[in-house]
């Protein structure tokens, strides 16, 4: 009996089961909560803010071949001119591409699939930091990371820094 059967292809078994995405790791890179106007603010009553939300990815290459891709999510809430809150999280994973994925998919798995793995628990850093800043949980709505991939793309056309960094 062989160590290592192959799958009769010629090719290395290891190679074939690797997954074609692996999660390495997990985590906030950075993150700030501001309640600039409490405690006034609480004794306003209901105080119903306007809130604007940004969102970026970004991905580089690490020395070992693997990518760390962060997720940045910007909450600018507003009153009346009046900052109510504003929450900023870059939450981060990194990410090993298995040798199924051609080198040309690259740039799409890490800027589309990738924030979408980390979007969940990125949502859930936010909504539980607005509850615990005294106001009702900010639960945001799923992103689509594609479009924001056609964005991405559409604005690297100008002259730019490649949106995967070395």
């Known amino acids: 009996m ?12 290891a190679s074939t089961d690797q997954p074609p995405l692996m999660v390495k790791g997990q985590y906030i890179k950075d993150f700030s909560f501001e309640n600039p106007s409490a405690p006034e603010v ?11 939300i940004s969102v970026n990815v970004e991905a580089r290459r690490l020395p070992n071949a693997d990518y760390e891709v962060v997720l ?22 990194v990410f090993a591409l298995g040798p199924i994925i051609p080198q040309d998919q690259h740039q799409g798995v890490l800027l589309i699939e990738c924030p979408r793995l980390l979007f969940p628990f990125a949502r859930a850093i936010i909504a539980d930091a607005t509850r615990e800043g005294g106001f009702p949980p900010l639960t945001l709505q799923p992103i689509d990371f594609f479009s924001l991939f056609q964005q991405q793309m559409q604005a690297q056309q100008a002259p730019r820094s490649p949106i995967i960094k070395p």
Do not use: H, T
Request: hydrophobic letters at 35%; one cysteine or more.
């Open 72 to 93: 940045s999510i910007k909450v600018d809430a507003k009153s009346k001119d009046k900052a109510v809150f504003l929450c900023e999280l870059a939450y981060a994973g």
């Open 2 to 13: 062989a160590d290592n059967p192959g799958n009769g292809s010629g090719q290395n078994a």
């Open 42 to 52: 609480f004794m306003q009553g209901d105080v119903s803010p306007q809130v604007d």
